[in-house]
T-cell receptor, first 117, second 113 residues
Framework: AQKITQTQPGMFVQEKEAVTLDCTYD???????LFWYKQPSSGEMIFLIY??????QNATEGRYSLNFQKARKSANLVISASQLGDSAMYFC??????????????FGTGTQLKVEL | DTEVTQTPKHLVMGMTNKKSLKCEQH?????MYWYKQKAKKPPELMFV???????INESVPSRFSPECPNSSLLNLHLHALQPEDSALYLC????????????FGSGTQLSVL
C-alpha cells in the first residue's frame, strides 16, 4: 500500500527566510511521482512542483525546490525567501498506477505554514 | 485556458434534496477526478474518469453519482445526502499523455442540513 507522511502539522517562518517542509513516502511501485500542492484559505489546490521517481536531478520551480532522497524515501519541499503570501496549507502527494490503468494521487495530512513579519 | 471551473462555489441542501455539482475544463484533458475534502484534512479520492469512462470508484456511497457527458464536463449528482457529507468537493483534470500534474478547480463548499 502507498503511504505519504507529513510529520509537521504547523510551521512558522520569518519573511525572507527559507523553510523546509518534510515529506516521507512508502510504495512498492518502481514508478511513481511526487507532488507538492499549496492550498490557501480560498480552497483551490495549486500545483507547485513535481518529481518523478526516475528523475536524476532534484526538481526546481522558481522559489520552490524539492529535496529528493530516494534511498530515504523522502521528498522535502524547500521554499526560499518566504513571502507573506506563502501562508497556506501545503500537501505532499504521491502518484501511483492503479489496476486497470490510470493513476491515483494520494495526499499526506498537510503542513500549515505561517509566514511572519 | 488552464482553468478547471466548478459551479456552484457554495451549496446548501437538505437531506431530501437532489442537486448536482458541475466541473468543466477546456484543456483537452482526458482524465477527470472528484475529490472530497473535510476541514483541515487532505483530499480523498472519490472517482476517476478516463476517456469519459469511470475507471476508479473508491467505494463511494450510491447517494453520490458521477457522470461524464463529454470530455470537457464532469458532474456529481447528489441525492439523500447526510450531514456528514458536508465538505469541500474538488474537481481535477489531467492530460494522460502529457504533464503529470493535476489541475484543480477551486471547489464547491457543500453544507447538508
Amino acid at each position: 500500500a502507498q503511504k505519504i507522511t507529513q510529520t509537521q502539522p504547523g510551521m512558522f517562518v520569518q519573511e525572507k527566510e527559507a523553510v523546509t517542509l518534510d515529506c516521507t513516502y512508502d510504495t512498492s511501485d518502481p514508478s511513481y511521482g511526487l507532488f507538492w500542492y499549496k492550498q490557501p484559505s480560498s480552497g483551490e489546490m495549486i500545483f507547485l512542483i513535481y518529481q518523478g521517481s526516475y528523475d536524476q536531478q532534484n526538481a526546481t520551480e522558481g522559489r520552490y525546490s524539492l529535496n529528493f532522497q530516494k534511498a530515504r524515501k523522502s521528498a522535502n519541499l524547500v521554499i526560499s525567501a518566504s513571502q507573506l503570501g506563502d501562508s497556506a496549507m501545503y500537501f505532499c502527494a504521491m502518484r501511483n498506477p492503479v489496476q486497470g490503468g490510470g493513476n491515483k494521487l494520494t495526499f499526506g495530512t498537510g503542513t500549515q505554514l505561517k509566514v511572519e513579519l | 485556458d488552464t482553468e478547471v471551473t466548478q459551479t456552484p462555489k457554495h451549496l446548501v441542501m437538505g437531506m431530501t434534496n437532489k442537486k448536482s455539482l458541475k466541473c468543466e475544463q477546456h484543456m483537452g484533458h482526458r482524465a477527470m477526478y472528484w475529490y472530497k475534502q473535510k476541514a483541515k484534512k487532505p483530499p480523498e479520492l472519490m472517482f476517476v474518469y478516463s476517456y469519459e469512462k469511470l475507471s476508479i470508484n473508491e467505494s463511494v456511497p450510491s447517494r453520490f453519482s458521477p457522470e461524464c457527458p463529454n470530455s470537457s464536463l464532469l458532474n456529481l449528482h447528489l441525492h439523500a445526502l447526510q450531514p456528514e457529507d458536508s465538505a469541500l468537493y474538488l474537481c481535477a483534470s489531467r492530460d494522460r499523455g502529457g504533464d503529470e500534474k493535476l489541475f484543480f478547480g477551486s471547489g464547491t463548499q457543500l453544507s447538508v442540513l
